[in-house]
């Protein structure tokens, strides 16, 4: 048993959570607005990383001034390297620092985990920090998609330390005991895939401490048979944004016939409210962002258009599993034996 | 101008399509349905390829008879070197020999996909030869992605060539002049994606003879900004499944809800008619089945769940485009320099 060598194990809830207030598109105004209401409604506290001559009315949380921004079409390592006193950097410092517990940001993803990477360093034994994102399940806890897009080019170690991960992430976020991990492949049998998936699949099965329950098809992300779904980078990304363009291609089709007259205007507001619960399954300002796991910290990244609602999901899961105590959780499954 | 040195080039239409009867989870009454309707509606001489007392009535179709069949779950390679007079090797064989004009298959891919090699033989200078499925675009016609299977590791010299025979294919099947073709990757910056799509982005920004739109990603799928995309087979398998998985999983959320109650059920009816196009443009039984690019002979994969439908519709699309001179229009843009 390793020692809690962090605030978040030893004072939870003691320190505040730190939100780059200055990233994503609709900053700092949704972000400010975010804080406020995750501080209110969660009674967690808060602190905004950003100009506070930019910021607007606190509300009286807590400022943490850094006086420049990493724009969101900034090329991610020289920004990180340039702006030293942005908000991303000073918020993962803050985190570094334990002057905070975690931190969160909307703004430009690289950037995000350059930050992450470069001020809070990774966890020994890591060899590629991944970005885990959630998948909505009907009826359960999401599935943990990763990596969903930090490594474009992965070696089946990677892959293999992305399952211990994935599995500490499941079981720090949705409390779940004993994950089952998939690889994603394209066929369910272990001859199929390409030579990393094969040589990935095998390493897995072999894998102590991981229930491993075999390869998984694009087919089965929706309903997916195990609680974390490994992939490379680029597989991931291509496969997590098919599934939010066809998520959102088919609600735009719904939506335009429900609008088509005043007949489908009624039958619309019939089945709107039966269709809500749905949507607000898949709505990515609920599911509280992706994490980026193999850090000496917690960076939660959420999407570039959040909004407040966003910030407040983003704020609780930023909290919550540093409450939960992952980096700890991390740092023992991908420490070098 | 090379000189027609196929028959579907020189005596289109004078020549049957081979349907094989045995593949499919449905053979063989489903497809031997679908071959009588495709030669009454359609008017395309057909033959079907089977063991003759297992095919009921054919209504007068003529049979070419095979004794054995690859089953669904047959490990491809084997099956079709052991099975030599299974339907589809003999369906292949009749390609080649010149009495068919094209083959169509709803059984075991990979065994279609060796059977059409090792039968029909690659074109001079193809690599690997790959899947091209479509990808219904509302108000346009499909995009053709490419591989979808085929090849689970990919080089960059391949995917150029995928970018030709897309191309081609593009034009054959939909007449579609200078296509625009797409790479898929996780960014529209040529800077981003795997050292493969990086290195194959390059090579396409160079290559003369191919309108080169850039990068695509997952999200831009379902309203593409080209007529052709292209991926390793590993990729493009994932993300068209993801896609499918999406969609059903849609349909069958949104069918849920209109099942709900008496109230639901009077709403339904009046949206199923107007949902009704849009469904039908996603039917996979509509859009033909995917294409074998790269093999001397045009062999058409339906899907394993096939109906008749689905059945006509890829007897009508290898007739096209062997009528539209498919492999010719191949074979000059493979060609070794």
Redesign the interface.
């Known amino acids: 048993m390793v020692a809690p060598r962090r605030p978040e194990a030893s004072a939870a809830g003691g320190l505040p959570v730190a939100v780059d207030a200055m990233g994503g598109d609709n900053a700092p105004a949704e972000i400010v607005a975010g804080a406020r209401l995750a501080a209110q409604e969660l009674g967690i506290d808060v602190v905004l990383v950003g100009s506070p001559d930019q910021l607007g009315d606190t509300g009286g949380l807590e400022v943490l001034p850094a006086s420049e921004v990493v724009a969101m079409d900034d090329d991610p390592g020289p920004a990180v390297r340039r702006k030293k006193d942005s908000s991303l950097v000073r918020a993962a410092e803050a985190v570094r620092d334990g002057r905070a517990l975690a931190m969160v940001s909307a703004g430009n993803t690289g950037a995000a985990m350059a930050s992450a990477l470069l001020r809070m360093g990774r966890l020994k034994g890591v060899v590629r920090p991944a970005i885990a994102t959630p998948i909505p399940q009907?009826g359960s806890h999401p599935a943990v998609l990763l990596d969903a897009?930090a490594n474009?080019?992965c070696s089946a170690t990677m892959l293999v330390q992305f399952a211990l991960m994935g599995a500490a992430y499941a079981g720090a976020r949705y409390g779940v005991e004993d994950p089952g991990v998939a690889l994603?492949?394209?066929g369910e049998e272990k001859s199929?895939?390409?030579?990393l998936?094969k040589e990935t699949h095998a390493k897995l099965a072999q894998l102590d401490g991981i229930r491993f329950v075999g390869n998984v098809?694009?087919?089965?992300?929706?309903?997916a048979p195990a609680d974390v779904i490994v992939?490379d980078?680029?597989?991931g990304?291509?496969?997590?944004?098919?599934?939010?363009?066809?998520?959102?291609?088919?609600m735009d089709?719904?939506l335009e016939?429900?609008a088509?007259d005043e007949?489908?205007k009624?039958?619309?507001e019939?089945?709107l409210p039966?269709?809500a619960p749905?949507a607000a399954e898949f709505d990515p300002d609920g599911v509280g962002g992706a994490m980026l796991l193999g850090v000496d910290g917690v960076c939660v990244i959420s999407h570039g258009s959040s909004s407040a609602r966003a910030i407040v999901s983003a704020v609780q899961v930023a909290h919550d599993v540093a409450c939960a105590g992952l980096v700890d959780r991390l740092a023992r499954v991908v420490a070098p034996a």
């Open positions: 009907l897009g474009a080019e994603l492949s394209i199929k895939g390409s030579p998936v098809e694009g087919r089965d992300l929706l309903h992939t980078g680029f597989t990304n291509v496969a997590l944004k098919t599934l939010e363009g066809s998520l959102r291609f088919f089709a719904l016939v429900f088509a007949e489908t009624r039958a619309a019939v089945l039966r269709l749905l």
